[in-house]
């Protein structure tokens, strides 16, 4: 079993490295993101209290969003055997004491915290492409500026946090997917 997180600032490729990784290693994929604009698609009550946040480029609360990253790890435990890439959680101190305490409650930790480091103006290059491609509302100047500020303040400080329990992997982001997978992947192997 390993479970990976897949870390890093808006726009950086998480969500790309990601289903790279899921058909290498067999992993499920938890992207809280992703989770998040199918309620908002839905129109569920998730959905209508989260689209609130995301178009300002603001964090769901940390209690909401460890209760959905809790139901959902709940709901899909007889697809997370190989293990879980987690893509966008944890955002916060908060949220990454949670999982750990989800993790240990079935005997399991995080193997590896894969950080993708990739230059401030290449992040916003790509979110701006990938607004004009996927039409995702969040991916627009004004709110990409407030979720970088965000990421600074509030996420970025769990580099140190898992530098610190020897788990963060840096990878350098900036290149071509394949390229950067292959990183990646010799990391991995190199940690294990
Ligand atoms: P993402 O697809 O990971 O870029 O997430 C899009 C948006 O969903 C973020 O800008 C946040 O508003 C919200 N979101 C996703 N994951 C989390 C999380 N772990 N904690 C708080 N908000 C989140």
Request: glycine residues 10%; proline residues 3%; hydrophobic residues 35%.
């Amino acid at each position: 079993m390993m479970n990976l997180v897949i870390f890093g600032a808006p726009g950086c490729g998480k969500g790309t490295q990601s289903e790279r990784l899921i058909e290498r290693f067999g992993l499920h994929h938890i992207s809280t993101g992703e989770l998040l604009r199918d309620h908002i698609a839905r129109g569920t009550e998730l959905g209508k209290i989260a689209d609130g946040y995301i178009s300002k480029g603001h964090l769901i609360p940390d209690d909401l969003m460890i209760r959905v990253l809790a139901h959902e790890l709940e709901e899909k435990q007889d697809k997370t055997a190989n293990g879980v890439i987690f893509d966008g959680f944890p955002r916060t101190i908060p949220q990454a004491i949670a999982l750990e305490k989800l993790l240990d409650e079935h005997n399991a930790g995080i193997h590896a915290v894969v950080g993708l480091e990739v230059d401030e103006d290449e992040l916003v290059k790509r979110m701006i492409q990938r607004g004009l491609e996927s039409g995702r509302a969040d991916d627009n100047i004004d709110t990409i500026k407030e979720r970088l500020n965000v990421y600074h303040q509030r996420t970025a400080p769990l580099r140190d946090y898992y530098k610190k329990q020897g788990k963060y992997v840096p990878i350098d982001g900036n290149g071509s997917v394949e390229d950067i997978f292959k990183t990646i992947e010799d990391a991995l192997n190199k940690q294990s």
